[in-house]
Structure formats: structure tokens, C-alpha cells
């Protein structure tokens, strides 16, 4: 079986003229096509038009991870606030003179 050569002008109109219609195997029957091949060159031409995703900067990425590092940081110092507060809480008291808030507020900064 001899292969057919389609010219890229020919696959471009298919790939529109199927997007405008609603039965695509009508359409194939009238350019003389196989269905299948119009949604291959639909793919093809998706995939072709679809831009390609930009690699980060390195600036950026340096940038972000710094700003992650950050953000775990704090994510750290407030679960340490937090267990203070229950200890704090809890006490009868007298933990409270030995370790004013003050103090404690000054020693995590």
C-alpha cells in the first residue's frame, strides 16, 4: 500500500474545519481522510501551539529557597510559642516568676 503525503496547508484546514463542525466523519468522507487522522494532526497541531513551560531564573529559585528556609523558621518559633503557652497554662503559677514572658520574648529573638 502506497503512503499518502498530506501537505501541511491540507492538515491545517482539516484541524480548523474539524473544530467548526460538529461531525468530523462527515468531513473526513468529503477531504477523502481517515477520521483518525484528523484527530492525530488535532493533537499534533495542540500540542504544537501549546507554549513551553519557562525554566525558572536562578535568581528566582535562589530567592525561594531562601524565602522556604524563612518560613520554616517561623513555622518553628511559633510551634515553640505555642508549647509555652500550654506549659504556661497549665502551671500553678509559679513558673511565671522564674520565666516572665519578657524574658522568655527577649531569649527567642
Not at 38 to 47: E, F, G, L, N, S
Not at 54 to 81: C, Q, V
Amino acid at each position: 500500500m502506497k503512503k499518502r503525503y498530506y501537505s501541511p496547508e491540507l492538515k491545517e484546514q482539516a484541524v480548523r474545519l474539524s473544530y467548526q463542525r460538529e461531525n468530523i466523519k462527515e468531513l473526513a468522507d468529503e477531504l477523502g481522510i481517515e477520521v483518525q487522522r484528523i484527530y492525530k494532526w488535532r493533537k499534533a497541531a495542540k500540542t504544537a501551539t501549546l507554549p513551553k513551560p519557562e525554566k525558572p531564573i536562578p535568581d528566582d529559585t535562589l530567592e525561594l529557597k531562601r524565602i522556604r528556609n524563612a518560613l520554616k523558621e517561623k513555622e518553628l518559633e511559633l510551634e515553640i510559642l505555642k508549647k509555652a503557652v500550654h506549659i504556661f497554662s497549665k502551671s500553678d503559677g509559679k513558673s511565671m516568676d522564674l520565666y516572665p514572658i519578657e524574658r522568655l520574648c527577649r531569649f527567642l529573638k
